[in-house]
T-cell receptor, first 115, second 113 residues
Framework: EPEVTQTPSHQVTQMGQEVILRCVPISNHLYFYWYRQILGQKVEFLVSFYNNEISEKSEIFDDQFSVERPDGSNFTLKIRSTKLEDSAMYFC?????????????FGAGSRLTVL | QKEVEQNSGPLSVPEGAIASLNCTYSDRVSQSFFWYRQYSGKSPELIMSIYSNGDKEDGRFTAQLNKASQYVSLLIRDSQPSDSATYLCAGRGLYSSASKIIFGSGTRLSIRP
């Protein structure tokens, strides 16, 4: 069964450092997403990406965050200067949005720990 | 009002009984709804989707949608210890051009043997 692949599974970084989280969405999916889940809290929407541009972003997704799809397969989330409060699990997800079922499929997540 | 609201629990149910999970949603959420299960430290996995008023059954799971009351529920029959997890109710953002799925905070379910 096709799956969304995320790397790394866990990253530890110092406050102020740049972090890039990587995702390979399911190949025929058209919309890509990043969600965040701080430990013990809800799954929060960060950003959606369609047709090589951001289609929607939340207020969490400020200037410190960026996304891109550099090579047609990878979908990355960059945090420019990490803060302690960026420590969370980051989930990549993708969806088909064509005829038939439109199921949001999540990757296994990347746990980010900012020290 | 939160867009998708759930009781955080924990909800404790004896093995073999029916677990009932509930969710309400605001006007900012559209008529497509989903139940995800999330084990601790893992990603959400889809259990069921429901788009129309009424019931939808899949194995031991039944989702119910009442659009007039803006209420979604999930029933789990013959509860098993492996059903112990956090259950996330989610809906599609009404004004979203990007099929954004909005999650509730989740209900923690514990099945006691």
């Amino acid at each position: 069964e096709p799956e969304v692949t995320q790397t790394p599974s866990h990253q530890v970084t110092q406050m102020g450092q740049e972090v890039i989280l990587r995702c390979v969405p399911i190949s025929n999916h058209l919309y890509f997403y990043w969600y965040r889940q701080i430990l013990g809290q809800k799954v929060e929407f960060l950003v959606s990406f369609y047709n090589n541009e951001i289609s929607e972003k939340s207020e969490i997704f400020d200037d410190q965050f960026s996304v891109e799809r550099p090579d047609g397969s990878n979908f990355t989330l960059k945090i420019r200067s990490t803060k302690l409060e960026d420590s969370a699990m980051y989930f990549c997800a993708s969806i088909y949005t064509g005829p038939g079922a439109n199921v949001l499929t999540f990757g296994a997540g990347s746990r980010l720990t900012v020290l | 009002q939160k867009e998708v609201e759930q009781n955080s629990g924990p909800l404790s149910v004896p093995e073999g009984a029916i677990a009932s999970l509930n969710c309400t949603y605001s006007d900012r959420v559209s008529q497509s709804f989903f139940w995800y299960r999330q084990y601790s430290g893992k990603s959400p996995e889809l259990i069921m989707s429901i788009y129309s008023n009424g019931d939808k059954e899949d194995g031991r799971f039944t989702a119910q949608l009442n659009k007039a009351s803006q209420y979604v529920s999930l029933l789990i029959r013959d509860s098993q210890p492996s059903d112990s997890a956090t259950y996330l109710c989610a809906g599609r953002g009404l004004y979203s051009s990007a099929s954004k799925i909005i999650f509730g905070s989740g209900t923690r379910l514990s099945i006691r043997p």
